[in-house]
């Protein structure tokens, strides 16, 4: 079901110490922004105060000027609580009644008051549907609606900001989007185009460990294709560095959004260097709606208008309800288990001869651990030699041989003889070798330059 039509809309992205506002208006092709500014709270007035904050808000709005007084209001990820659920396959209508049962109970009752909504409910497969439970508390909804009727401000919908930049972004529907916003870091992601994940990651880029986290959850989840794109949408102007440093720890692509990424045209002057993705997503979703969105102003899962049934008839109703979830879920859950120990088992069965070379490969290295030592004797030989040989062109190195009584032969050539009698002596005032000595030396003409291949005896003394 989409949500009605509107021909200018504001968005306004609700922080804690500030508002982010973006007026736009319908028009031929796209949506076009005409107006952003941020609204600074005054001294000592915040949302406890809406009434205050109000009055305050419709004086901003008056001197933008923003002429629209229809708006979409967002909240921040920190004041939303959300939890992911696989629910039976069932139309809107049954799923709404039945997660308005289940929902009290998926979040803390010390919580207070809270406010449901859902988003999702694609069927993803086996007869379930996924979807993205939310809960806000209920003073947050009632702030809103008092400080838009005191700025004289018709409120169309409350939502989750970060869903709604997620579902205008047009360049996909199954994507990562990090935001910036005015009440700190959020992580969203998506599934089927509706909201998957959704999470108050910081108070700034700064909260960067937390988020590598979050995506390495989110971002590579079994099962699923790893998706290796983030869009970045920065609406305070903000730092980005340490959130590029946790896109290359996990091999993501990271890009800054863009404007036409939401499907907007921009008037000349009424942007200053900012995103301001939030407030413009929010009114894109009133001139150019797409599919319904989290609304906690108009939610699925309210409470239905009181009718006046027996008690008995509802609980009755309301027992039948749980037993026939509870019955289907317990079946779909059983045959998933199976599907997914089946799969287990294939694997296993699957990767079979791979086990088999592996444990061929492990014994090979068990019977030559034996003889090794725990420091490689031909390495550290090497690396004395190097270390003891004159460091210059005429001179190089072209066999060595190490047998297990420390007794070696070092082959080589050289451009001058002079090298080559330096070096037993060389080795032999080492500590690492003795009993060097030059046992065979024979000269070669080479493209008419003389060259002289040697072979050198010693004793290797193991550390």
Known sequence: ?????????????????????????????????????????PDGVGLKDPAALGAALAQ?????????????????????????KDVPAVD????????????????????????????????????????LLVAVPKRYVD???????AARVRVLMITPFS?????????????LQLLLGPSGLEFAAQLNGHPKVLRYVGASAEAAPTLLGELRRAAFQPGEQSRREMIVWNDTGADESPIQSIGQTLDLSLRDGQLDDLGVQVAPGSMNGRDFATPISLAVSGVAPGDRLIDFADSRLKPPPEKRIDRRTVLAIAAAVMVVFGGIWWYLSLQHRQT????????NTDKKDWRDRANKDVKKIEIARKWHAEKPQFVACLNDLTAVAPQTSDLYATVLQLHSDMKGELQGKATNVNVINLLPDKLNQSKKFSGAKIVQTERHENRGQTEITFVIDFNYVAQ
């Open 143 to 149: 702030q809103i609606s008092q400080l838009a009727e």
């Open 92 to 131: 809107e209508q049954l799923m709404a009644d039945t997660l308005r049962l289940t929902a009290p109970n998926e979040f803390s009752s010390e919580l207070g008051d809270l406010v449901y909504d859902f988003a999702g409910g694609t069927p993803s497969g086996g007869g379930t549907a996924s979807v």
């Open 60 to 84: 901003f709005l008056k001197d933008g000027p923003f002429n629209s007084r229809l708006a979409n209001f967002g909240l921040p990820a920190k004041w939303v609580l959300s939890k992911h």
């Open 1 to 41: 079901m989409k949500s009605p039509r509107h021909n200018k809309v504001l968005g306004i992205a609700v922080g804690e110490r500030s508002m982010l506002v973006a007026e736009v208006h319908a028009a031929s092709g796209s949506p076009q922004v005409v107006k952003t500014g941020e609204f600074r709270y």
């Open 340 to 347: 997914a120990l089946d799969a287990l088992v294939q694997a």
């Open 163 to 175: 869903t709604t930049v997620a579902a205008s972004t047009k360049s996909t529907r199954d994507g």
